[in-house]
């Protein structure tokens, strides 16, 4: 997802890492003779092994190795035994459908969606190398897409893999889709395939794309995200030397402008300081560009008042806030004409579906939330309340065609490392969320309710 | 301006062929064509415009004209292709101290395209205006100290204190490769000035200004460092949100200054301005900035002008402690554009009580032209006069403009013939009290 978070290292985390040390003691010096945890201690190497392996391939932007990326993927469904194609919607841009056909085609399919590639890295402020995976003493794997969002992709892989040789037959068809571009606004990714034929006849009637770690036991679920603004403002005014003092400056005028954004801004945050609302459920706006003054060949002219000043601000609007009173905010009082302000938006997502609703998947009478939220208790994880993603996924291609979409990443007592450096994902936690995909697959999967007429599906 | 100029040149010619024509003697013509007019039209046609100016044209120009008054001339190069040129009328009494009239030869660059006339054309219109770049900042009075001396000359007025001008090149960016090094050369002290006038303003209204004091530049600089992070994430500390913090404690004392000038308290040269000049953050990106980074550094721009009866030092400290607080991971960057106090440690302003006899010389003498003086001010900006003061040197600012928008450095700069004409006189008022001037003086 397009998101570098918070670097703070949860303590659970290595209560938890020294409990599992002990576990792996008691059970090598206890049990190593019995046979059948060895089998089960070879096939979870096994899992961990596959999963760095996918970690290893550089599919960093601006450059991912995508070929290399969708040969493995092939390689994995060809061993599992899953149809495979390969469809490009741009050039050099593979994206990897694999398919389980279940027994009753005419139901719609479920989709387990995730992207194969990752942000770049600042190689020298991580300990391991970003592309070797590393299995460090706790049990913690060191990568780039390790928990963004390579670990799900592995996932729905080895969970099927395991459903697939306990004889398990899905109704449902399941489709595993690994996209491009995500990291990069999925235009030639998700976008196009959610556009396309293929997308039509598969007939998808839920999607599970990626969540974000929780630092705590529960797992965090999303059934919606804020809609990106990309907003410039700019000020015109007179210039003027650098000595004089006067009225309505280009720069007096932004920086009002900029004071009122903040206050705002201030407003916002403090119900989240508060714990009055979550993150993803106020408008953020944080400003990312300021630009004016006059270049000169050693950096700016000091003595001149410029006459045109700029500032840019990334603005995140949830499904649940007003876009119309956001945009008459903008208007009247960021850049109001009476200050000679300008605005443009150089980005504006949508709050809406393509029939007008808010971009919002619904949990309760929405049986696939329902259903999410059994599995997870039934492979013994804990769900938190549902939340707003604050930034955005490729999960909004998908919402916005009137499709439930759900995002999910099982990574529970995991700081939130995604975007940020040393990025990693602990094993326990890695192999724990193949069980619980093992659960959610198979719930959604033998869902057997005709759910494909118009109505129906409005509900969902 | 090639073109104007041609046709310039085809009317002199075309006047000329007229006048040889009309069989009157040539000579008596061409006298009439060289006016004190015609001569400032001349010397505002060299261009003289930052950032290439053309300083060895005028400096021939000036060199001649000097010369042909009978006065000595001197050029000097402390920086190469910078000359200052020194010329001098000598007094009957050389121990005296000596009186400097300083002007500069350079001036600020025009966008023609505002312009009615073009800016180095000195179009002499119908209604009496002459139009160039400098005809106010500050080539009138270059012109004006020689035209008065030529009628003091003709009236065989014979100065007691030596009369020295200077002209100097780069004050328009600082002046440090002229007037700076100019006053700090042992040229300078052999001079053995007493007294001097540097240029001051247009006044829109009949009374003369007169300028004891420049206020003193500062650049400052502020960066904000802080954790980046995805546009989405809204964090405290940011490299933004520190910077705006900054500024907006910056806007609110620039406010406080601005409210005492408003409330008509003090002369906007009387109070310590800061206008924000630059504004710089953001990870560039090709089509502008990347739209969903908070960017790690941020830094903004001020020109900040201090009037020499501020302290210095405790608008060191506020910048430290209010404006730019290191607890908030912020830097800072003061550069000193030009000096504060003289040579002893007192602030950079001339005294305008009686404490300085000048003062009371040049007030008789704009009395004597005729003029009206209006209440004696700080210069909003800067003007080469601080180098002098630095020394110790009382020095007014004095510009014989009345009744003249003030246009320096602005679009279509024009001086009125009448008011250069009034100029020279005051100054024939101003050369003959100063030089004659016997009183002792101590520096
Ligand atoms: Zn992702
Ligand atoms: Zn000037």
């Known amino acids: 997802m397009d998101y570098p978070l918070l670097t703070s290292f949860s303590s659970t985390n290595r209560s938890l890492f020294l409990f599992l040390f002990l576990f792996v003691l008691l059970n090598t010096c206890l049990l190593l003779p019995n046979p059948g945890v060895a089998v089960a201690e070879d096939e979870s190497s096994a899992v961990i092994s596959r999963f760095q392996q996918y970690l290893q391939i550089d599919t960093a932007q601006p450059s991912p190795r995508y070929q290399e990326a969708a040969d493995f993927l092939i390689s994995q469904a060809k061993s599992i035994g899953l149809e495979s194609q390969i469809i490009e919607f741009a050039v050099g841009k593979p994206l990897v459908l694999l398919k389980w056909a279940g027994s009753d085609p005419t139901l719609p399919s479920i989709l387990l969606y995730s992207h194969t590639d990752v942000v770049p890295v600042e190689q020298h402020k991580w300990a391991y190398p970003a592309f070797s995976a590393q299995l460090d003493s706790h049990g913690n794997i060191y990568a780039r897409g390790a928990q963004d969002m390579k670990c799900v992709g592995m996932q729905y892989l080895e969970a099927v893999r395991r459903l697939k040789s306990s004889g398990f037959q899905p109704v449902r068809s399941i489709y595993l889709c690994f996209a491009p571009d995500e990291e990069i606004n999925g235009h030639d990714g998700a976008e196009k395939f959610a556009d396309s034929d293929i997308f039509k006849t598969i007939n998808v009637g839920i999607v599970l794309d990626e969540g974000l770690a929780s630092p705590t036991e529960k797992y965090r679920a999303f059934y919606a995200e804020r809609s990106p603004w990309w907003l410039a403002i700019k000020a015109t005014g007179s210039p003027g030397h650098g000595s004089r003092l006067y009225d309505n400056s280009a720069m007096e005028n932004l920086l009002k402008s900029i004071e009122s954004v903040r206050r705002f801004r201030a407003s916002q945050f403090d119900l989240v300081k508060s714990g009055l609302k979550e993150e993803g459920e106020v408008i953020s706006v944080n400003m990312v560009f300021l630009k004016a003054g006059t270049p000169s060949p050693t950096g700016f002219v000091m003595n001149v008042q410029p006459s045109e000043a700029e500032a840019g601000f990334d603005i995140r609007v949830p499904p649940t806030a007003d876009p119309e009173a956001l945009e008459r905010r903008i208007a009247e009082e960021w850049a109001p004409v009476s200050r000679n302000m300008t605005y443009e938006f150089k980005s504006k997502a949508t709050v809406y579906d393509k029939f007008g609703r808010p971009l919002i998947t619904k949990t309760n009478s929405n049986p696939w939330w329902v259903l999410l939220e059994e599995a997870v208790r039934k492979a013994n994880g804990k769900l938190g309340k549902p939340e707003i993603f604050p930034a955005a996924t490729d999960s909004r291609h998908f919402r916005f065609r009137g499709l439930p979409a759900i995002g999910f990443s099982p990574m529970a007592n995991t700081p939130v490392l995604l975007h940020d450096h040393n990025e990693f994902l602990n094993k326990a936690e890695y192999l724990k969320g193949v069980e619980i995909y093992e659960s959610i697959i198979k719930a959604y999967a033998s869902y057997a309710e005709h759910a494909s007429n118009e109505g129906t599906k409005d509900e969902l | ?443």
């Open chain 2, 1 to 443: 301006m090639a073109n104007s100029r041609v046709s310039l040149l085809l009317l002199t010619l075309l006047a000329l062929t007229l006048s040889l024509s009309a069989s009157s003697p040539s000579s008596h013509n061409r006298e009439e064509l060289e006016t004190p007019i015609t001569r400032f039209q001349q010397y505002l046609r060299f261009k003289t415009a930052h950032p290439n100016p053309n300083y060895t044209a005028p400096v021939s120009f000036l060199t001649a004209l000097a010369k042909s008054i009978g006065l000595v001339t001197q050029s000097i190069e402390f920086t190469p292709n910078k000359p200052v040129l020194l010329v001098t009328w000598p007094g009957s009494k050389p121990s005296l101290p000596s009186i400097l009239f300083n002007s500069h030869l350079d001036s600020v660059p025009a966008e023609p395209t505002k312009w009615l006339h073009p800016p180095f054309s000195a179009v002499h219109t119908p209604d009496g205006k002459i139009f160039a770049r400098g005809a106010q900042d500050d080539k009138c009075i270059a012109i004006q100290y020689l035209e008065a001396i030529r009628n003091l000359k003709s009236k065989n007025f014979i100065p007691t204190r030596t009369i020295h001008i200077s002209y100097v090149p780069d004050e328009e960016i600082g002046g440090f490769d002229g007037a700076a090094k100019f006053v700090n050369s042992k040229e300078f002290r052999h001079l053995n000035v007493g007294f001097a006038l540097d240029e001051g303003q247009a006044s829109v209204n009949d009374e003369f200004r007169v300028f004891f004091a420049d206020r003193s530049p500062w650049n400052l600089i502020i960066r904000a460092k802080g954790k980046p992070g995805h546009g989405s994430r809204m964090y405290d500390d940011g490299a933004m949100e520190n910077l705006m913090k900054s500024i907006e404690i910056i806007s609110r004392f620039r406010e406080s200054q601005f409210d005492v000038v408003k409330a008509g308290k003090a002369a906007n040269s009387e109070v310590i301005s800061v206008n924000p000049v630059y504004l710089k953050a953001g990870i560039p990106s090709p089509t502008g900035f990347v739209m969903n980074m908070q960017p790690s550094e941020a830094e903004a721009g001020f020109d900040l002008r201090l009037p020499p009866t501020a302290d210095p030092d405790l608008m060191k400290k506020r910048i430290a402690e209010e404006w730019v607080p290191a607890i908030r991971n912020m830097t800072y960057e003061i550069i000193e554009k030009g000096p504060l106090r003289d040579h002893m440690g007192r602030p950079l302003m001339t005294a305008v009580d009686d404490s300085n006899p000048w003062w009371g010389v040049f007030r008789q003498a704009i009395a004597a032209a005729g003029g009206k003086l209006a209440k004696p001010e700080i210069l909003l900006s800067t003007t080469d006069a601080r180098f002098i003061r630095q020394l110790g040197i009382p020095v007014f600012g004095f510009s014989p403009m009345t009744n003249t928008p003030i246009l320096l450095h602005d679009h279509n700069e024009f001086l009125e013939d009448t008011v250069f004409l009034k100029g020279i006189e005051v100054y024939e008022h101003i050369i003959s009290s100063l030089s004659s001037f016997e009183e002792v003086h101590s520096t």
